[in-house]
């Protein structure tokens, strides 16, 4: 079994270590989104845009919406975890 650090431990069940990650997650999927709409864009001039290949696109394009998501529910998570932390800690 794997022990970690208590501040560690900490950090993760508040959810700052996500909240910390949160805006890189973010300029990486922009980044990932405005070369899919290019590749997109390009398949469309080229006429070589089929419908598999849009919904393809349609597909990167949700899934990097998702991680940023899923990386914000996290930290909406850590908060209410540490709400109720120190509710009961009074």
Same mark, same amino acid.
């Given at each position: @079994?794997?022990?970690?650090?208590?501040?560690? !431990? /900490?950090?993760?069940?508040?959810?700052?270590?996500?909240?910390?990650?949160?805006? %890189?997650?973010? @300029?990486?999927?922009?980044?990932?989104?405005?070369?899919?709409?290019?590749?997109? !864009?390009?398949?469309?001039?080229?006429?070589?845009?089929?419908?598999? @290949?849009? @919904?393809?696109? !349609?597909?990167?394009?949700?899934?990097?919406?998702?991680? !940023?998501?899923?990386? /914000?529910?996290?930290?909406?998570?850590?908060? %209410?975890?540490?709400?109720?932390?120190?509710?009961?800690?009074?």
């Amino acid at each position: @079994m794997i022990e970690f650090d208590q501040g560690l !431990v /900490e950090l993760a069940a508040t959810g700052t270590t996500a909240a910390l990650l949160l805006d %890189a997650i973010k @300029m990486i999927c922009a980044d990932g989104t405005t070369r899919i709409i290019d590749r997109a !864009v390009e398949d469309v001039v080229n006429s070589r845009l089929t419908p598999d @290949m849009a @919904m393809t696109h !349609v597909v990167e394009l949700v899934t990097l919406r998702r991680i !940023v998501l899923q990386q /914000e529910q996290r930290i909406a998570q850590g908060k %209410a975890a540490r709400a109720r932390m120190e509710h009961q800690n009074g």
